[in-house]
């Protein structure tokens, strides 16, 4: 019996209707969603830059078809800390990131972000980088508009207009308002200018992410004065790359941990984030008195020419050493030395040495001085324990933020955070340690960050949201960057995917730039 024209092209339709045709297929993985749910083996289908389905597919095909057996399948990991203002121009490919599996970095901590944000978006887009990108208002670019370097309280009108730039960055699509206590200018501003700030950012449901104003022997004070600021505002708080630090504070993370508990059990939202290593990075200043870094270059040059005031540095610098219980700046490595990089990768008590001086905490104290006149450099401190790193990262609200910016490969000696802090997690701390779940880690990398800072379509493997995915292989993802040898990226990850477009296939970055500038939910067209 022939079948009639007609229902012969319906059958046809059907057929064609059941084999749905997507952009990319992923097929077999072990996929991880990001929720913290137990793993399950699926597939994913991505068109027009979004996930269209999850589960077990047989109705769909692709010409992208990606065997993912033996392998995990997660969203594309979300850095919360990063300082890449000007790096993910000069390389929009952003490999450090890729390489480690980031689809995603929110910039502008510490205090410092872009001054025009509404620009800095729009030439993200139109850069075409390799990384979604969103951003939050620093308080030393917004004081340092209105203030300069002062040290000094801002009067009335100066907060008022500071309140205005945070506002207008919050409409330009901030995501929040950050600060950066430790550093000049945000060092001489009291709690209250930072509350009026942050309430300017909450009026925009933004988020407040601070560096406190102490990681060390004061660490306690400055925890509770970023809380303090949280409820006076009335803004969730990020505090960032927690940590205790100088030998004096080893031990204490069970304290600091218990102040974050404590916080959330009271009903305010703090949480927390961390790079996964022993070392922090920062500039020379901070080895200075505060007031001696105030103003610009020639004024603290000034004050160090000065033989009285010099004394005096000196003096604050060796009681601050003997406070963290260092008997020497052997600690403190320098990544990156502009005036002479044979200085790059060796401690202050190796470059006293080669200059000839004393090994004496005082000698180093003016060995330090001698570089902050000529510009200062990045350092590298080595001033944490590995039981207080591990037990901050047992705690369930803490993310992941590596605090980089976007590395040039061979130049400088800078800290190996910014090439593989999440395959460190993946690989020491998950699979050879075992200090976290798999899928807790990933939770960490994902939707954590994304309900954090209201990132909507980031975080889950799940339709209707954005194809941010990675691909990789939880038996040999390891990092390979080392204080040593830092600039060696991450393996483990074979595929990359940025809003539906392969940017890392077979472990090899494609050098497809499909990443875009991510908002905060107050912009305004």
Sequence with gaps: MKLSATLMMLMLALVAHAQQVCDILIKNGKIIDGTGNSWFYGDIAVKDGKIIAVGKLTQFQSANTIDAKQQVVAPGFIDVHGHIEGGIFTTPTADNYIYDGVTTVITGNCGGSATDLRRFFSKVDSTHTAINVASLVGHNTVREQIMQRDNRLSSADEQQRMDQLVEQAMKDGAVGLSTGLIYIPGTFANTAEVVSLAKAAARYNGVYASHIRNEENSVVDAINEAIQVGKEANIPVQI???????????????????????????????????????????????????????????????????????????????????????????????????????????????????????????????????????????????????????????YPFCMVGADAGIPVPGKGMPHPRGYGSNARILGRYVRELQVLSLEEAIRRMTSLAAQKFQLQDRGLLKPGLAADIVIFDPATVTDHATFEQPHQYSTGFSYVIVNGQITMQQGKHTGVRNGHALYGPARTN
């Excluded at 080895?287 to 603290?300: C, F, H, I, K």
């Excluded at 330090?368 to 401190?381: H, L, P």
């Design 240 to 394: 960032s790359h927690f940590k205790v630090s100088g030998r004096a504070s080893w031990g204490k993370s069970t304290t600091t941990i218990e102040l974050i508990k404590e916080a959330r059990n009271l009903g305010w939202d703090v949480t927390i984030d961390q790079y996964p290593y022993t070392a922090s990075s920062t500039n020379l200043g901070v080895r200075l008195p505060d007031w001696a870094m105030a103003g610009t270059q020639d004024s603290v040059n000034a004050r160090l020419q000065n033989p009285i005031i010099r004394a005096q540095i000196k003096k604050e610098m060796l009681e601050q050493l003997a406070k963290y219980k260092y008997k020497n700046y052997s600690y403190a490595v320098v990544a990156n030395y502009p005036a002479d990089s044979s200085y790059n990768g060796k401690s202050i008590s190796e470059i006293n040495k080669l200059l000839g001086r004393k090994p004496k905490p005082a000698w180093e104290a003016e060995t330090i001085m001698e570089m902050i006149a000529k510009g200062g450099a990045q350092m590298v401190y080595h001033g944490m324990h590995e039981d207080d790193v591990k037990y901050i990262m047992q």
